[in-house]
């Protein structure tokens, strides 16, 4: 707590250590946070309070949340203030569980694929091992694609399976002409 006024009455720190520690229940990454209360400078006769909360959190991707309010008085700044850091707070957790969701859900080093923007052409490069029709129809049932490049081990070449709608197995084998 910085208090740079020099007129916040502690039950409003108390107030502001209070509701900060409720910020652990949505976000329990925390490290750290800051809270600064300075006189705002106005020519009218209404003296305002501004409030600044900086939160650090334990990632490299996501490391500080900030939010700054000013208003008449330090506990109204600083509930504006809490309230916008809340929201802040709720929308990086989303976020992180949205890119971790995405990363458990992306194929493991089994292909590697050029980033393109939607609706571009994307370009997949599979790094292909021998395998038999038995070996590419076991990868092909346990994978989500509906088709399966692979190299057939007999013949050297590149071939694809696919499941038909009667439940059926097609092999494509390439013919050179």
């Not at 740079?4 to 490290?31: N, S």
């Not at 600044?52 to 506990?75: K, L, S």
């Not at 590697?112 to 292909?128: F, H, M, Q, S």
């Not at 081990?153 to 097609?170: H, I, M, Y």
């Amino acid at each position: 707590m910085h208090d740079r006024t020099d007129r916040v009455p502690t039950r409003v720190v108390e107030y502001a250590e209070q509701r900060l520690t409720r910020l652990g229940r949505h976000f329990d990454l925390i490290t750290d946070i800051e809270v600064e209360f300075e006189n705002e400078s106005r020519r009218g006769t209404n003296p305002a309070c501004s409030t600044r909360i900086t939160i650090h959190t334990d990632g490299r991707r996501h490391p500080i949340v900030n939010a700054a309010e000013v208003a008449g008085y330090p506990r109204a700044a600083l509930d504006l203030a809490l309230d916008k850091v809340d929201r802040q707070l709720l929308k990086l957790k989303e976020k992180i569980k949205l890119e971790r969701k995405r990363g458990a859900a992306a194929p493991v080093g089994e292909e590697d694929a050029e980033p393109t923007g939607a609706g571009e052409l994307e370009i997949v490069r599979p790094k292909l091992r021998p395998q038999s029709i038995a070996d590419a129809e076991a990868a092909l049932a346990a994978g989500r694609n509906p088709c399966y490049v692979f190299l057939d081990e007999s013949s050297g070449q590149v071939s694809v399976c696919f499941r038909r709608a009667d439940g059926g197995l097609t092999v494509i084998e390439p013919v050179v002409v």
